[in-house]
Structure formats: structure tokens, C-alpha cells
């Protein structure tokens, strides 16, 4: 790959990082003694593929109770335009990302709305407000049943990838923290992952 070609790869997930990097951040602050731990004997329990239920919960107590930087931090979350209660989704049937994202037809599009429902699910967690979980799980089910076409063009393998590194954490926390999505959408939605 060139370098201004991984430049440009790198400038489109920078806006996307940046507003998830700080609450992470907080959230790796907030758990220090959970990250020395060793679990390596402790079956796998979901949540947990990037954040487990007691950094899950330790995050919503500290932003309760007022503790920085997590308190900034999911401020900082919650103004973003992903976590808008009308945020609505982009779904596309096929996704073409050519080099240095020409074309873009749903490219940005897919990685946005991954985050969307990511930085929905947090906020269901963090504060408890239904209208996030059944956001994400709208957001979830649009792209479940309209991906059908997967993802085309040079960069389609890279786009495959970022995408599919966050829509699982989304899905993750909603299906494991919440009775609101139905096994069918479930379903719909990992074969949409696994095709």
C-alpha cells in the first residue's frame, strides 16, 4: 500500500476514533485493577469482546457519580451526533470502496453508522435510556436486512474489517444487557457478519 494511499485510509477513521478515544481512555482509567487480573482461566462471558460487564458498570457508576474524566468524557459522547435519539442509519445492499475511497458509495456511510450504534450502546448502558438500546438495535437491523450485496471495489477487504470491528461491539452489549432484540433479528444480523 502507498503512503498517501494509508494516509488517506487513516484520515477517514480519525473522526471516528477521535470521539470514541476519550471515553475509552476513561474507561481503561477507570480499571486498572481489572487489567492486572489474570482471567486466563475464567470462561468467556459476554459483554467482553472490548469491554466486560464490571468496566461496563464501573463506567455508568463513575459517570453518575460525577468522576473525571469519565464524566467529560461521556458528556463529550453524548453531544456527538451519533448519539442523537434521531440518528438514522445509511444501509446500502452493496458497499464500494475503491482506492483512496473513490468511489465511496457507503463507505463512510457503514463505518458511521457502526459507530452510531456502538456509541448508542454505550449510552443504553451508561444511562439506562431504552430509546439508545432500541436506536442501536433499529440501526443493527436496518444495515441486517439490507446488506446483502457485501463489499466490492480495492479497498473493500479494509472496509469489510473496520466495519466489522464494531458492529459486533454494539451488538454485543444490547444483546447481553437487554431483553429488546428479537432472536430472529439476532440472527439476521450475524448472518450479515458472516457474509
Not at 467482553?48 to 464524566?71: M, Y
Not at 445492499?93 to 465511496?104: L, Q
Not at 439506562?128 to 438495535?137: F, H
Request: proline share 7%; charged share 20%; hydrophobic share 45%.
Amino acid at each position: 500500500m502507498s503512503r498517501s494511499r494509508a494516509a488517506g485510509l487513516l484520515t477517514l477513521t480519525l473522526p471516528f476514533m477521535r470521539l470514541l478515544a476519550p471515553l475509552l481512555v476513561a474507561f481503561a482509567l477507570a480499571t486498572p485493577a481489572l487489567a492486572k487480573q489474570d482471567t486466563s482461566h475464567v470462561p468467556f462471558r459476554h459483554p467482553g469482546v472490548l469491554l466486560n460487564r464490571a468496566q461496563l458498570d464501573l463506567i455508568k457508576q463513575r459517570v453518575a457519580a460525577g468522576t473525571e474524566p469519565q464524566k467529560t468524557a461521556f458528556a463529550a459522547l453524548l453531544a456527538s451526533p451519533l448519539a442523537d435519539l434521531n440518528y438514522a442509519p445509511s444501509p446500502r445492499a452493496t458497499i464500494e470502496c475503491g482506492p483512496n475511497s473513490r468511489p465511496d458509495l457507503g463507505c463512510k456511510d457503514e463505518r458511521r453508522d457502526a459507530t452510531a450504534a456502538y456509541t448508542q450502546a454505550l449510552a443504553w448502558h451508561i444511562t439506562g435510556n431504552e430509546k439508545y438500546a432500541r436506536n442501536t438495535i433499529r440501526n443493527m437491523n436496518a444495515w441486517a436486512g439490507a446488506l446483502t450485496g457485501g463489499h466490492t471495489n480495492d479497498n473493500s477487504p479494509v472496509q469489510a474489517a473496520w466495519a466489522a470491528s464494531v458492529w459486533p461491539r454494539a451488538a454485543e452489549i444490547i444483546r447481553h444487557t437487554s431483553d429488546f432484540w428479537t432472536k430472529e433479528e439476532v440472527a439476521r444480523f450475524q448472518a450479515m457478519l458472516v457474509k
